[in-house]
């Protein structure tokens, strides 16, 4: 499946995601950042519900703030069906887990490169989605980091060892190439390989 980030679209937003809307993709993937957790800035609720208006493709919407509830509060609007948190961020991981599952909504847990799947094993079996982050969260149009690979790896066994129900998606570095090596990823988060091109035949160069 793919995810498209809007994160790179710069130029007549609006009416590009329109055209986005109509492709054939799974998502489109929100990238909402609040300055702190990560150094850039993104759309606030109002902002980013104007530029998605009337759209239909479903939602993934991923989360790279301090402030987790907040935002949580606010994007529930979009009705997504995912929203994803880093684990990093909290300390009460298991609660926001539970708090966002309790609006309806799918939840997923994100973690950085620097992050091991060990870590966050005990939360696992609560999870819709496990967000692999292949490059540092925050930017776009970063290089692909190949020991995501094995993250990925290790989640896909896991999920077959203890029949978790969490899809894997990997973020970051996403292009015809290395979308090859991420076969055991269920969703690819990808932005600058689509959204710089032709959005119809970059997406087929992918196999969408």
Not at 195 to 208: A, C, D, L, M, V
């Amino acid at each position: 499946m793919i995810s498209v980030s809007i994160l790179g679209i710069k130029e007549d937003i609006k009416n590009n995601i329109q055209i986005l809307d109509k492709q054939d993709i799974d998502y489109m993937h929100i990238d909402i950042m609040d300055g702190k957790f990560v150094s850039n800035k993104t759309w606030n609720i109002d902002e980013i519900s104007d530029i998605l208006n009337n759209t239909k493709v479903k939602k993934d919407v991923h989360l790279m703030v301090k402030n987790v509830k907040k935002y949580v509060d606010d994007f529930k609007k979009l009705k997504p069906d995912y929203i994803t948190f880093h684990y990093e961020a909290i300390n009460n991981v298991l609660e926001m887990i539970k708090y966002i599952k309790s609006l309806n909504i799918n939840v997923g847990l994100s973690i950085k490169p620097n992050t091991k799947v060990e870590e966050i094993i005990p939360y696992l079996s609560y999870l819709d989605l496990v967000l692999v982050m292949s490059v540092e969260p925050g930017l776009g149009g970063q290089k692909f980091i190949e020991s995501s690979i094995n993250k990925i790896k290790e989640l896909y066994k896991l999920r077959n060892d203890y029949n978790y129900h969490y899809v894997i998606e990997v973020d970051g570095g996403i292009n015809d190439i290395t979308a090859k090596l991420c076969d055991k990823a269920d969703i690819l988060v990808i932005g600058s390989f689509i959204t710089n091109g032709n959005y119809s035949e970059q997406i087929r160069k992918i196999g969408g």
